[in-house]
């Protein structure tokens, strides 16, 4: 199962960093939304043993809407997430969406998880953003490649 985190992860972000040019198709279309949809989305992906995304964000965050821009709206990344189960939260909207983040183990915006929930695999969070700067793909490669690999 860390081989499919680690195959998302590098194609997801290797198709935006190989490519400057984004996509601008509607943001959230095919994703759920807050608690409910984070329940909607768990249902699915379990039944399905399919991967899940769950992604918290705030509207005032930077971070947030250049992962939103850079690399969410990329055509190439909404193929690959295409097959997964994908729900959007603000966890500032309502306690709900407070409690996921805090059930997460969230501190701080953009985060954003890969899991496939029932298959005995740890949540991965992935982020291309670091204090100084955007990882090459390289560093994002090698946190799949490790073993418990959560940052």
Not at 20 to 45: E, F, K, M, Y
Not at 100 to 121: R, T
């Amino acid at each position: 199962m860390r081989n499919i985190y680690r195959y998302c992860l590098a194609f997801i972000l290797g198709a935006c960093l190989a490519s400057p040019a984004l996509g601008q198709p509607s943001a959230w279309s095919d994703w759920r939304h807050g608690a409910q949809g984070h329940t909607q989305a768990l249902s699915s992906a379990e039944r399905a043993m399919e991967p899940m995304v769950v992604y918290f964000h705030t509207d005032w965050c930077p971070w947030c809407r250049k992962l939103n821009e850079r690399y969410l709206r990329h055509g190439q990344v909404r193929d690959v997430l295409s097959g997964m189960q994908k729900v959007e939260i603000n966890p500032e909207q309502n306690s709900a969406g407070k409690a996921l983040f805090g059930k997460y183990g969230g501190k701080g915006y953009p985060s954003f998880y890969v899991q496939i929930p029932g298959s005995g695999e740890p949540t991965m969070k992935i982020s291309p953003f670091k204090r100084s700067g955007e990882q090459s793909l390289a560093e994002i490669q090698s946190l799949g490649a490790s073993p418990g690999a959560s940052q």
